[in-house]
């Protein structure tokens, strides 16, 4: 093979590592966890048909104790942070996409993470750390003046349908996206698709960037 | 830029915990107002939240429903339903404030009035205190008797025009409107008249024992009139 060879279309290219990987699917797990319990804490209806509601409070309350665990374990790798480090950073390439109407298109091509996979991140790592500070107040609730503790509970409240929302958003673009979850999945895209969806980093990879 | 929509969002969350009180009670009435069923579904947007004291959500068929009335009174009572339908009905239409900070607004409550259930059962209005029991096995609740014997103080068969579901404690429940929820004990099956009051399952666990709303439990809630 010559060094002009472009890559077959084919080719597999290394998206994701095994840490984070495991990170995603940690917290999947996690908020599929915690969403569930919610609903039945939270919905009447939902509340009387799974009953134990002391059960249900417990397991809600751990799964949020332990959902930052895998974010903090995953700063150990170095995968993690580079891409932490890409998700934080928005270019000018990024805004245009965002403001384009044929963003899907592969016209505007994006690095690694598109302008919608970065404004995720970002509110994932604050809805979670905030969910975790007023799910702590509401725990610990003797510690804290009444106006605080249902303040809390307006703010943990509302930012779960938002959460929700973007939960769902999130899913069903995944669900549109058979080799976007290929990548999550196994680690590796194909050439063609990284091409398309994220043209900027397939370029940088096929350069050995 | 992602760290920046981080921060934000924290600001955001801080500013929401220190005013979210305010702005969950603006939120209430507007609901209340515009759109009267949602809070029923998003209880976020002013509707009960269901809190038991035990595991489950006790069940009672109605048919075999019985409401005991003992102690200190002339004629023990175990009432049914019929029996419940067939003494003096009271409605009111009234606020329900829960200690933690919730409240909902204007609960269309029915049933018979607790004086008129302890006059059916000669309590002795000499005698000072009132106990409730639960059939979930686990929650009391005491009221002295000049508090019973006032007249917004309702053994509900019925909330919002419709029996009283099994969430809300049905199919009878207690409901004490200038109090702070807990004191409306759930799924009521006994009534004592006793000498001296005894404490209930919230107040054995830190809550005033007399919770008017607004002037117990380091609170300050709008009273309920």
């Given at each position: 093979?010559?060094?002009?060879?472009?890559?077959s279309?084919?080719?597999?290219?290394?998206?994701?590592?095994r840490?984070?990987?495991?990170?995603?699917?940690?917290?999947?797990?996690?908020m599929?966890?915690?969403?569930?319990?919610?609903?039945?804490?939270?919905?009447?209806?939902?509340?009387?048909?799974?009953?134990?509601?002391?059960?249900?409070?417990?397991?809600?309350?751990?799964?949020?104790?332990?959902?930052?665990?895998?974010?903090?374990?995953?700063?150990?790798?170095?995968?993690?942070?580079?891409?932490?480090?890409?998700?934080?950073?928005?270019?000018?390439?990024?805004?245009?996409?965002?403001?384009?109407?044929?963003?899907?298109?592969?016209?505007?091509?994006?690095?690694?993470?598109?302008?919608?996979?970065?404004?995720?991140?970002?509110?994932?790592?604050?809805?979670?750390?905030?969910?975790?500070?007023?799910?702590?107040?509401?725990?610990?609730?003797s510690?804290?003046?009444?106006?605080?503790?249902?303040?809390?509970?307006?703010?943990?409240?509302?930012?779960?349908l938002?959460?929700v929302?973007?939960?769902?958003?999130?899913?069903?673009?995944?669900?549109?996206?058979?080799?976007?979850?290929?990548?999550?999945?196994?680690g590796?895209?194909?050439?063609?698709?990284?091409?398309?969806?994220?043209?900027?980093?397939?370029?940088?990879?096929?350069?050995?960037? | 830029?992602?760290?920046?929509?981080?921060?934000?969002?924290?600001?955001?969350?801080?500013?929401?915990?220190?005013?979210?009180?305010?702005?969950?009670?603006?939120?209430?009435?507007?609901v209340?107002?515009?759109?009267?069923g949602?809070?029923?579904?998003?209880?976020?947007?002013?509707?009960?939240?269901?809190?038991?004291?035990?595991?489950g959500?006790?069940?009672?068929?109605?048919?075999?429903?019985?409401l005991?009335?003992?102690?200190?009174v002339?004629?023990?009572?175990?009432?049914?339903?019929?029996d419940?339908?067939?003494?003096?009905?009271?409605?009111?239409?009234?606020?329900?404030?829960?200690?933690t900070?919730?409240?909902?607004?204007?609960?269309?409550?029915?049933?018979?009035?607790?004086?008129?259930?302890?006059?059916?059962?000669?309590?002795?209005?000499?005698?000072?205190?009132?106990?409730?029991?639960?059939?979930?096995?686990?929650?009391?609740?005491?009221?002295?008797?000049?508090?019973?014997?006032?007249?917004?103080?309702?053994?509900?068969?019925?909330m919002?025009?419709?029996?009283?579901?099994?969430?809300?404690?049905?199919?009878?429940?207690?409901?004490?409107?200038?109090?702070?929820?807990?004191?409306?004990?759930?799924?009521m099956?006994?009534?004592?008249?006793?000498?001296?009051?005894?404490?209930?399952?919230?107040?054995?666990?830190?809550?005033?024992?007399?919770?008017?709303?607004?002037?117990?439990?380091?609170r300050?809630?709008?009273?309920?009139?």
């Amino acid at each position: 093979m010559g060094a002009t060879t472009s890559p077959s279309p084919d080719a597999r290219i290394a998206r994701f590592s095994r840490a984070e990987r495991w990170v995603h699917r940690s917290i999947t797990v996690l908020m599929i966890v915690l969403i569930a319990t919610a609903a039945a804490l939270y919905f009447p209806d939902i509340s009387v048909l799974v009953g134990n509601r002391p059960i249900v409070s417990n397991i809600h309350v751990i799964a949020g104790f332990v959902i930052p665990i895998p974010l903090i374990l995953a700063l150990a790798s170095r995968a993690f942070r580079q891409d932490a480090e890409l998700l934080n950073r928005f270019t000018a390439q990024d805004w245009k996409w965002l403001r384009s109407r044929d963003r899907r298109s592969g016209r505007i091509p994006v690095g690694k993470f598109n302008a919608g996979q970065k404004l995720n991140a970002a509110f994932s790592v604050g809805s979670i750390i905030i969910m975790l500070a007023t799910g702590s107040i509401m725990f610990f609730n003797s510690w804290f003046p009444d106006d605080i503790r249902t303040g809390a509970t307006f703010v943990h409240d509302w930012l779960t349908l938002a959460i929700v929302a973007v939960v769902v958003g999130h899913t069903y673009k995944a669900l549109m996206d058979a080799e976007a979850r290929t990548g999550m999945r196994t680690g590796h895209v194909s050439a063609r698709w990284a091409a398309r969806e994220h043209g900027q980093w397939a370029e940088k990879q096929r350069l050995g960037g | 830029m992602g760290r920046r929509i981080v921060l934000g969002m924290i600001g955001l969350g801080a500013v929401g915990v220190l005013l979210g009180r305010q702005a969950q009670e603006a939120i209430t009435s507007t609901v209340s107002a515009t759109v009267p069923g949602l809070g029923s579904i998003i209880p976020a947007a002013g509707g009960f939240r269901i809190y038991t004291v035990t595991g489950g959500y006790p069940a009672m068929d109605p048919a075999d429903y019985r409401l005991d009335v003992t102690g200190n009174v002339t004629t023990p009572l175990s009432l049914t339903m019929a029996d419940l339908a067939d003494l003096p009905q009271t409605s009111m239409t009234k606020d329900f404030q829960c200690v933690t900070g919730w409240r909902v607004d204007d609960v269309l409550w029915s049933g018979v009035l607790l004086s008129d259930v302890l006059a059916a059962a000669g309590a002795s209005t000499t005698s000072s205190a009132l106990r409730f029991f639960s059939f979930d096995g686990a929650y009391t609740e005491s009221l002295t008797m000049e508090q019973a014997l006032r007249d917004d103080v309702l053994v509900a068969t019925s909330m919002f025009g419709e029996p009283v579901t099994r969430e809300h404690g049905g199919p009878v429940r207690l409901y004490v409107a200038p109090m702070y929820g807990y004191k409306s004990l759930k799924w009521m099956s006994g009534i004592e008249v006793v000498d001296e009051v005894v404490p209930g399952y919230w107040e054995v666990r830190g809550y005033d024992i007399d919770a008017w709303v607004g002037a117990s439990n380091g609170r300050d809630d709008e009273p309920i009139a």
